[in-house]
Structures are given as C-alpha cells and as structure tokens.
T-cell receptor, first 113, second 111 residues
Framework: AQSVTQLGSHVSVSEGALVLLRCNYS??????LFWYVQYPNQGLQLLLK??????LVKGINGFEAEFKKSETSFHLTKPSAHMSDAAEYFC???????????FGTGTRLTVIP | DGGITQSPKYLFRKEGQNVTLSCEQN?????MYWYRQDPGQGLRLIYY???????QKGDIAEGYSVSREKKESFPLTVTSAQKNPTAFYLC??????????FGSGTRLTVV
C-alpha cells in the first residue's frame, strides 16, 4: 500500500531563510515521487519529480528534493525563501509504472518579510 | 499548447439542482481524475477513469456522477444528493505514471 505523510500542516520562514518541507512515504514497490505547489484558487503545478536515476532532483523556482530510500523520505528544500514561495505544497507517490497518485495532506508555507 | 481546461471557473448552484463541471484535455492522456478540495484540507478523490467508457469510484463518490465517452473529456455532475457541494474541484490527467497535469479548478458555491 502507498501513503504519504507531510510533517507540519503549516510552516513559516523568514524571507531569505532556508525552506524545508518534510515528506515521508510508504510504498510496497519502488516509488515515483512528486512535489506540487498550489497558489490560491489555482490548480496544482508540478515542482519536481523523482522516477529513477540521480536521487537529488532539481525543480522549478530553485526548489530541490532528495530521495532517501533508507529513510523513506523525499524532503523539499530551497536555500533562500522568497515572498512568492508562499503557497501550499503537496507531496505525492505512485508505484513505478502506475497511474494513480497518493497525495499527502499538504503543507502551507508562509514567508515572513 | 497542451493542457487541461476546466470550465466554468466559478459556478453557483441552487439547492436541489444538478450541475455539471467540464474537464477537457488535449494531452492524449489515458487516465483522468476528479478531486474535491475543501479549505485547509488536502485532495479527496471523487472518481477516476483509466480508459474510455470505464470509470471507478474514489473515496467520496456519493452524490457525484461522471461519464467518459471520449478520451478528451471527463465531465463531473454534482447531483442534488450531494448535501454539501460547496468546494473547489480539480480535474487531472496522466499517462504512463509520470505524474498528473491539473486543470485550474472550478469553485462551486451553493446559493
């Protein structure tokens, strides 16, 4: 069975500070992992994904995530927060080759000026 | 450009009415999904379809219906049986397990 846990429904950081959003998953088979961002009243936009190969994945807007199989984690980071990063972030997992995604409950990021 | 189009962006429903939300994609994706999102909550799966003329219930299908007569289209009907339909509805599609592409959503309000 697949599931995703996002630690912290709300995270606040100061502008310019490190952003760290946590995601742990469970999967009975090798997973594909995703991070999505959602701005108010909009759909979800893909930030980055891990399928195979290099475990450090770079995405849009300066975000990156590292797949750590031993820790079953896929945490999202950005070295320096910008006001425009304020949004809700969702982690998702799917078994290799499958279609259906399993989403976490989301983390709302607030950036303090 | 390829993508998913949801319409309308805002929709108002009177008590006892059925309303239909449109979702069209030109990505040639096989699978399509409908999610409901309430304030401060995550995504809850309503229905999904892996192939034309076939669909399955998700976690909260009661009060909703769908059809998949064409690969490009997956409309969602919110029936009068859905007692609390006010929410943000998202449509998505995918192919080959490489993640979803989402539409921009429809906000439904009961008046």
């Amino acid at each position: 069975a697949q599931s995703v846990t996002q630690l912290g429904s709300h995270v606040s950081v100061s502008e310019g500070a490190l952003v760290l959003l946590r995601c742990n998953y469970s999967s009975s088979v090798p997973p594909y992992l995703f991070w999505y961002v959602q701005y108010p009243n909009q759909g979800l936009q893909l930030l980055l994904k891990y399928t195979t190969g290099a475990t450090l994945v770079k995405g849009i807007n300066g975000f990156e995530a590292e797949f750590k199989k031993s820790e079953t984690s896929f945490h999202l980071t950005k070295p320096s927060a910008h006001m425009s990063d304020a949004a809700e972030y969702f982690c998702a997992v799917t078994p290799t080759g499958a279609n259906n995604l399993f989403f976490g409950t989301g983390t709302r990021l607030t950036v303090i000026p | 450009d390829g993508g998913i189009t949801q319409s309308p962006k805002y929709l108002f429903r009177k008590e006892g009415q059925n309303v239909t939300l449109s979702c069209e994609q030109n990505l040639n994706h096989d699978a399509m999904y409908w999610y409901r999102q309430d304030p401060g909550q995550g995504l809850r799966l309503i229905y999904y379809s892996q192939i034309v003329n076939d669909f399955q219930k998700g976690d909260i299908a009661e009060g909703y219906s769908v059809s998949r007569e064409k690969k490009e289209s997956f409309p969602l009907t919110v029936t009068s049986a859905q007692k609390n339909p006010t929410a943000f509805y998202l449509c998505a599609s995918t192919s080959e397990g490489y993640g979803y592409t989402f539409g921009s959503g429809t906000r439904l309000t009961v008046v």
